[in-house]
């Protein structure tokens, strides 16, 4: 009987449009895991007999406790690209892009149209202590009344006989808690807020996103000069005699939060403002006026009351990071972005507090090696089409970023690119031993400079200033519920490559897994030079990880 519904497997590096049919290449449909891992593919489907409304989505699976389905949404793109936009862009026209991952409502079900291709994105969480195996997966479509079934689609999953160790370096997407308090219209810190703080970075930590945003001050990030974002301080502060007293309740309470959830890494945020260290952020303070704010746009970064504000603060915040166990693992920033042209409001401002930081990390994003050759950042975390450069100097500790300024060659994000694009991400951070990722939007749902908040669902550019998707990963579903991406969870398996790339290396060594990344590539990968197939990407990690299961088998049995 011809099935009413036409479905088909499909990679998870597809991203697929109501009016395309999707690849069909082998490796793309080649599905393998170590534990410890969640490994995704999709179903694309199509209605074939108008009759059909609502319909009810099954799994039928030796596994299917492990299996989870969503919904695959299109998204508008107002601003999919830059005019200085390459070719490997899916289209670089305003329109509606796949990228939203929606939970199926009202039982499981979804409803299929004519003429109109639509997906399904399957996720197989695979525990620490599942079976090795070849798991069969049928994803079905059901009529909700009768169970009889329209359509089908079967693949499998390979779970090998390994495990896959955590994330062994520090990979950050900035947290903007304001962006939650003022999207969800609840009072900042108040205990509503706190949950769905906790729920956004816990899925994040979830996604192998293991270092946060801290906001001991409102972050002095993406705001117009003389402007200000929703506050939001973790730092109480009282103006007593001239003096300075801090409370670190809620920044006690935010550790113990992330370390709940499993955050790994901290992050201080930037002491002084972005662009250059010119001004002191925003700080809020009780005086005998009442709460009000003793700090920003218009206070000078040093040589000022700031400088003395810091000089009382910083020892109590590093004697209770300490004491709180996580001194060792919590980084500092100066000032976001910094150029030449303001080279000596930056390095003054360094100055003014590296005492103060003595023993502790400070990490900058930056794209001038001149900036970095002078001395003045400790830790660079450089631009992907500006790193070359830092490279071929040596430069170690080196991090590794992108924003919207890299829409060009190197690997991105972007929704309107190919997923592909970001997967190659892990590759290259191991090639090159990167010792930290960071990107900006993790969830900014402001417009640029914060002039106003908007709606992520409507708005996925930030007014028209940035590519869609790069100023956020993550979507506030209703009821303070993250809603993941594609392009987030493209991300977490770009990170799962890395992890199995290092962990190849520890069982082979480098050499060995980058004669499985290169040996059949024209050219050597490069941040700028790189496959763009997605039955490159499926296949190296299939190879990848039945190399890793046969070291382990092969050391087990010594």
Known sequence: MTPKINATITSPLVKIFPG?????????????????????????????????????????????????????????????????????????????????????????QVRPHVKRRQSLWVDVCVTDDMAAGDFPIRITFNDPQ????????????????????????????????DCLADYYNVPVLSEEHWAIMERFIGIGVKR?????????????????????????????????????????????????????????????????????????????????DGMKRIFGWDTPATGGEYTRFLQAYLP????????????????????????MLNYDSYRAAKDSVAALLEGFD?????????????????????????????????????????????????????????????????????????DGALHWGYNFYNSQRSLRHINPYRVTDADCAFPSGDSFLVYPGANGMPEESIRMMTMYNAMTDLRAMRHLAELAGKEFVM??????????????????SDAYFMNLRYKINAEIERLETAGRGR
Not at 76 to 87: K, M, N, S
Not at 154 to 176: C, G, M, N, Q, Y
Not at 316 to 339: C, V, Y
Not at 392 to 407: I, R, V
Request: aromatic residues 10%; charged residues 20%.
């Open 20 to 108: 395309k049919s999707p690849s069909r290449e082998p490796e793309c449909t080649r599905f393998s895991a170590l534990r410890n891992e969640t490994v995704s593919f999709q179903v694309a489907y199509i209605l074939t007999d108008e009759t059909v409304g609502f319909v009810r989505v099954g799994v039928e699976s030796p596994i299917a406790g492990a299996v989870r389905v969503r919904r695959v949404s299109l998204v508008p793109c107002e601003l999919p690209a830059f005019p200085t936009a390459d070719e490997n862009y899916l289209g670089t026209e305003p329109g509606l892009y796949p990228d939203l991952l929606e939970e199926l409502h009202n039982g499981q």
């Open 208 to 288: 192998d996103i293991n270092a946060f945003l801290t906001p001991q001050f409102t972050p002095p990030l993406d705001t117009a000069k003389g402007g200000e974002r929703t506050t939001i301080q973790l730092v109480g502060v009282t103006v007593r005699g001239g003096n300075y007293e801090f409370d670190f309740t809620n920044l006690k309470r935010w550790v113990d939060m992330c370390l709940r959830v499993g955050v790994k890494y901290f992050e201080m945020s930037h002491l002084f403002t972005q662009w250059g260290a010119e001004s002191a952020p925003k700080v809020m303070a009780m005086t005998d």
């Open 316 to 339: 109590q915040l590093t004697a209770n990071l300490k004491a709180w166990g996580i001194a060792d693992r919590t980084m500092f920033h100066i000032s976001d972005e910094p150029s």
């Open 362 to 434: 400070i990490v900058d994003a930056l794209s001038n090696l001149d900036f970095y050759s002078r001395g003045a950042v400790q830790i660079p975390a450089v631009a992907t089409n500006h790193i070359d450069g830092f490279l071929e100097c040596g430069a170690k500790p080196l991090w590794a970023y992108y924003c919207c300024s890299q829409g060009r060659e190197v690997s991105n994000r972007f929704i309107a690119m190919p997923s592909a694009r970001a997967r190659v991400y892990g590759a290259q951070l191991f090639k090159y031993d990167i």
């Open 515 to 532: 004669n499985l990344i290169e040996g059949e590539l024209s050219a050597p990968l490069t941040f700028k030079q790189y496959p763009k």
């Open 146 to 177: 009768t169970g009889e079934e329209f359509g089908a689609a079967e693949t499998s999953v390979k779970v090998r006989d390994a495990s896959l160790p955590e994330l062994h370096i520090p990979r950050t997407e900035w947290f903007h808690g």
